[in-house]
């Protein structure tokens, strides 16, 4: 019921930056939390960073500082804002949508390529 569709990576050089954004419909009114997550080539899927209905953002301790995650509900769309990139930035990130509390059920986008390289 809820489909997401993530836009905005490319091939940047290493300290540049890129956003990505993440159009949500369907039935988005029961989402509790979206969130970013990104793969690397033969790694697995690492959560990046996740902002709840209530607006509260977590991220990666690794990440925080570089990267900041924020939406726009009149647009239904969630942000990551991506600065100072690094090689190790480079995967396929996709975004995510949870609803539920205890058992929860999450939805994913087709995700989008990321490429830091010289």
């Known amino acids: 019921q809820v489909q997401l569709v993530e836009s905005g990576g490319g091939l940047v050089q290493p300290g540049g930056s890129l956003r990505l954004s993440c159009a949500a419909s369907g039935s988005i009114s029961r989402l509790n939390a979206m969130g970013w997550y990104r793969q690397a080539p033969g790694k697995q899927r690492d959560l990046v960073a996740t902002?709840?209905?209530?607006?509260?953002?977590s991220y990666s301790d690794s990440l925080k500082g570089r990267f900041t995650i924020s939406r726009d509900n009149a647009k239904n769309t969630v942000y990551l804002q991506m600065n100072s990139l690094k090689a190790e930035d480079t995967a396929v990130y996709y975004c995510?949508?949870?609803?539920?509390?205890?058992?929860?059920?999450?939805?994913w986008g087709q995700g989008t390529q990321v490429t830091v390289s010289s």
């Open positions: 995510n949508a949870r609803s539920g509390v205890v058992v929860t059920i999450d939805y």
């Open positions: 902002i709840t209905s209530g607006g509260t953002t």
